[in-house]
């Protein structure tokens, strides 16, 4: 099945900085890899989503870029606020019936004020 | 659009209770449905999944009659902990996906389920 590795684990960054997480993943057929903001003990939400006909995709302060040849995606987020600190977890998957999302392990991102 | 609503949102016990937790698609049918169980500080890990009509399918290690799930219509599937033990006590989230299958996962707002 998919694995889907996400680096660092922990990332801090001053308040205006960018933040960079990075994924990969082992399953060429994925073709779909969302990205998921997590606060402390509330639901995962989308914040951007992006499908392998397409090589990167831009929502205002967040990006997301795919690279198919070398099997990695990531997250960019410009200018970055306090309320951006979270975790955010990488997905990957096929698109279309049952197909689960395979999750990475989480990154912590901590924006210093 | 693409709300999923999860009852309850906390839920403490004592051991041996049967917990059952609600997910429902609130503007729009879903005929899959996915739950998920998440331990502090760690990824979410997929249990089952859920699909309307039919019998779910179950993750590796995952016990059938432990955590009881059924999907009786397109909008609302339950998982039910059976006979839970404190080991039980987790976060658990479903998600929904609209039919066609080529729309993203939203997910509930999870249920913190602790059992004393």
């Known amino acids: 099945g998919e694995n889907v590795e996400q680096h660092p684990s922990t990332l801090s960054v001053q308040e205006g900085d960018s933040a960079v997480i990075k994924c990969t993943y082992s399953?060429?057929?994925?073709?779909?890899f969302p990205w998921y903001k997590q606060e402390l003990g509330k639901r995962p939400q989308l914040i951007i989503d992006?499908?392998?006909?397409?090589g990167e995709k831009k929502d205002q302060r967040i990006a997301v870029t795919l690279n198919k040849t070398a099997k990695h995606f990531s997250l960019h987020i410009t200018e970055t606020q306090p309320e951006d600190s979270a975790v955010y977890f990488c997905a990957a998957s096929k698109l279309g019936g049952n197909n689960r999302l395979a999750f990475g392990k989480g990154n912590q991102v901590v924006v210093i004020p | 659009g693409a709300v999923v609503s999860q009852h309850p949102s906390r839920v403490i016990c004592k051991s041996g209770t049967s917990v059952k937790i609600e997910c429902r698609s609130l503007d729009f049918q879903a005929t899959t449905m996915f739950w998920y169980r998440q331990f502090p500080k760690q990824s979410l890990m997929l249990m089952a999944t859920s699909n309307e009509g039919s019998k779910a399918t179950y993750e590796q290690g995952v016990e059938k009659d432990k955590f009881l799930i059924n999907h009786a219509s397109l909008t609302l599937s339950t998982l039910t902990v059976t006979s839970a033990h404190p080991e039980d006590s987790s976060f658990y989230i479903c998600s929904a996906r609209a039919p066609d299958g080529w729309q993203p996962q939203h997910f509930g707002d999870g249920t913190r389920l602790s059992i004393l």
């Open positions: 992006i499908r392998s006909n397409v």
């Open positions: 399953d060429s057929a994925s073709n779909y």
